[in-house]
């Protein structure tokens, strides 16, 4: 994550558009602080581990960090704007995931945020930093489940190539999508520069129909064909 936010200063005035998948991952560390902040007030430290452990290493690393880096690195392709929303993201979500793990590796997670958080947040230590308190409002059920349907596109291309034991950076000359109505067309369509940055796809036509091909796990609905 340091690398990625190498070049990264929190400003108050940055113009970013929060992307779709911003908004989903957003809206689930909103909900882990929830769960954690439970588990922590009814001393089950397991749980708040686990809950912690689950988010960084799946939602955050595996689904999020891996769907963003062609923006990171690729702004002449999708712009400064949607690059900034994405550092602004990964640096808000990363704070937050460290002050949840503060209480259980208190040293670690004070060593990144002095690296990392001190000059901007202002706090001497993390340690000193509130705990954050669970906002409802930021919860955006609608914004997880457009991401959900994004990333489980993205996962099942990646899948594919891996069942073809083909490289993940082999490019897809033409990727097909198939959906059964508009309205998850416009979801898949909203989505196009990250599922096409991370699938390294060169061109990308969302019907919204019904068609075979590969169907997306969770969602039979939706199918694609991949040209390579």
Not at 100 to 119: C, D, F, G, N
């Amino acid at each position: 994550a340091n690398k990625l936010l190498q070049d990264y200063a929190p400003s108050e005035t940055a113009e970013f558009a929060l992307q779709p998948l911003d908004k989903w991952v957003l809206s689930k560390a909103e909900k882990l602080t929830q769960k954690v902040t439970e588990a922590m007030e009814n001393c089950q430290f397991n749980i708040a581990v686990e809950e912690i452990r689950n988010f960084t290493w799946h939602t955050l690393c595996d689904c999020y960090v891996e769907a963003v880096k062609d923006r990171l690195y690729r702004p002449e392709t999708h712009g400064e704007a949607k690059k900034a929303a994405a550092q602004h993201t990964l640096y808000e979500v990363l704070y937050r995931v460290l002050q949840l793990l503060s209480p259980i590796t208190p040293h670690l997670t004070e060593e990144i945020y002095q690296a990392m958080y001190a000059p901007h947040k202002g706090f001497k230590s993390l340690q000193l930093s509130p705990w954050p308190e669970f906002e409802q409002a930021l919860v955006d059920e609608e914004a997880e489940r457009r991401g959900d349907l994004i990333i489980a596109v993205i996962a099942e291309v990646r899948r594919e190539k891996a069942e073809k034991r083909m490289p993940l950076n082999v490019q897809v000359k033409k990727l097909t999508v198939y959906v059964g109505d508009r309205e998850t067309a416009e979801i898949i369509r909203e989505g196009e520069g990250d599922i096409t940055g991370t699938c390294k796809v060169a061109s990308l036509e969302v019907l919204a129909e019904k068609g075979s091909g590969r169907e997306i796990a969770q969602y039979p609905e939706v199918h694609f064909v991949a040209e390579y």
